[in-house]
């Protein structure tokens, strides 16, 4: 771990969730909140615009004078929250993350906020409908699986992707429910409840699409709100946190925020936006069809997050190269200059999922996904001899994993046999014999044939065995 990822003591669902933005609608926000500002005071801000991690800010007037400003004046603090509803972040969860790291990367001090306390409660916004209620157990799990997540994120940026031009920032991870575990609902009522008045908390977007509902809006959801508010408090209190990052459908929690420190002490803070990003077609990235893209190696390996980068759409590449990658922009441009000449070669496509498992599971995480493309798309016997036996589990996730003796003279049909691969019986020996079975990649129509090694067993003793187009079997061979 890296020297400055200290103080952990350990907010997934939306707080730090990420449409991604036209450019032409990036550019007004840019040009209109920017433009007026000396470069001097805002180049972190309209670097991070023209990329398009941030959408807006909060107060309006912030972006064109004070915060820029306050950036310049030091190394300032800034967090974000991640409440732990499920044991992994997403990759929607991920432009988050890559916003704190922008800042740490410009000398900022960044907080992340597992939200314990606040999971228990339930995030509305962008709900249709309450959150699954989830007990303390299963939250203080989720927890930690995202607190290493987030310690394991921010060291692959230091290792793989800052230059030490300038000092980095330091990290904390912190859990909200260490200042609210000794904090009894009176007590909060009568100190952090009186500065917030019902019709603005009713005012809000988030509140008033569920009090229109069928369903209704719970008091627990309700209060929501006011808990993400005081976390902002808290920090700045304790940590001089003055400036908070949050998804678009954040805004009204960190309106709510701003309202009650200006109300308790006076200090001028400021909230930030990150967009949500979509597909090409509207679906949440990384949620299609409910099918998540962890950043968990246990939910989704490092070969099936390089997959998904590599085959996003090509109108939505360059838009996820600023996204997603540290690369400078003049490079970005170049890469897409390069993908127009050929777009056959799909450069920006590998670059993009390259830098992003690199960012999420470091270079071995990145070495492992091109071994796993190797071994299954390139017909690659030498990448399948290189991979470990989580990697082909992880490669081939539905395939059955067996551990096998090796006795003298075993055959084809054996093995095939042994793992239930085909039929018993006539049928099964005729499918061998059809060239129905594939053994590393290689087709095989000879029953009788006696396993060879280094050709059907290989030499980190695996063998995958394919029959038909789709059903794969590992076999790990064990010697006499």
């Not at 330091?170 to 909060?188: D, M």
């Amino acid at each position: 771990m890296a020297a400055s990822m200290v103080g952990i003591c350990c907010y997934v669902s939306r707080r730090g969730s990420c449409n991604l933005l036209g450019p032409a609608t990036l550019c007004l926000t840019l040009r209109s909140k920017f433009h007026s500002s000396s470069s001097a005071h805002n180049g972190l801000l309209l670097s991070l615009h023209k990329r398009g991690v941030l959408k807006d800010s909060f107060p309006e007037n912030a972006a064109q004078d004070q915060l820029p400003r306050l950036l310049q004046s030091g190394a300032q603090t800034v967090y974000c929250g991640f409440d732990p509803t499920a044991d992994s972040l997403h990759v929607g969860n991920l432009l988050a993350l890559i916003g704190l790291l922008h800042f740490r990367s410009a000398g900022h001090h960044v907080i992340a906020v597992l939200g314990g306390a606040t999971a228990q409660i339930g995030d509305p916004s962008g709900k249709t409908s309450e959150r699954e209620q989830l007990c303390a157990d299963v939250v203080e799990a989720n927890t930690h699986s995202i607190r290493e997540s987030i310690q394991r994120i921010f060291t692959n940026h230091e290792l793989h992707f800052h230059d030490g031009s300038r000092p980095l920032g330091t990290v904390t991870v912190l859990n909200n429910l260490s200042w609210y575990k000794n904090w009894g609902v009176v007590g909060f009522l009568s100190e952090a409840g009186r500065h917030f008045r019902m019709g603005t908390m009713l005012s809000r977007h988030s509140v008033q699409s569920r009090l229109k509902s069928a369903e209704g809006m719970s008091l627990t959801e309700f209060t929501y709100q006011a808990f993400q508010a005081y976390d902002f408090h808290h920090l700045n209190q304790i940590y001089g946190c003055k400036i908070q990052l949050g998804g678009t459908d954040q805004l009204g929690n960190l309106m709510s925020g701003h309202e009650y420190i200006h109300k308790v002490s006076g200090e001028e803070v400021y909230g930030l936006t990150i967009p949500l990003v979509t597909s090409t077609v509207g679906d949440k990235l990384g949620k299609t069809a409910g099918n998540a893209v962890w950043l968990n190696r246990d939910k989704t390996s490092p070969f099936e997050l390089y997959q998904f980068f590599l085959r996003q759409p090509d109108a939505s590449v360059e838009g996820y190269l600023k996204l997603f990658t540290f690369l400078p922009l003049a490079e970005v441009e170049k890469l897409m200059e390069q993908q127009r000449e050929d777009p056959s070669k799909r450069l920006a496509h590998k670059r993009l999922a390259a830098e992003v498992t690199k960012l999420v599971h470091g270079k071995e995480g990145l070495e492992s996904a091109k071994r796993c493309t190797n071994a299954l798309y390139h017909s690659s016997v030498q990448a399948l001899e290189e991979m470990s036996d989580e990697e082909l589990q992880e490669l081939f996730r539905e395939a059955p994993f067996h551990e096998l003796l090796l006795e003298p003279g075993t055959t084809v049909i054996d093995a095939c046999r042994k793992v239930g691969a085909i039929p018993e019986g006539p049928r099964g020996y005729q499918m061998v014999s059809d060239g129905a079975v594939w053994i590393n990649h290689t087709r095989t129509d000879n029953p009788e044939q006696v396993l060879i090694p280094k050709l059907h067993i290989l030499a980190n003793g695996l063998t995958l065995l394919r029959v038909g187009k789709k059903n794969f079997y590992i076999i790990n061979w064990l010697s006499l």
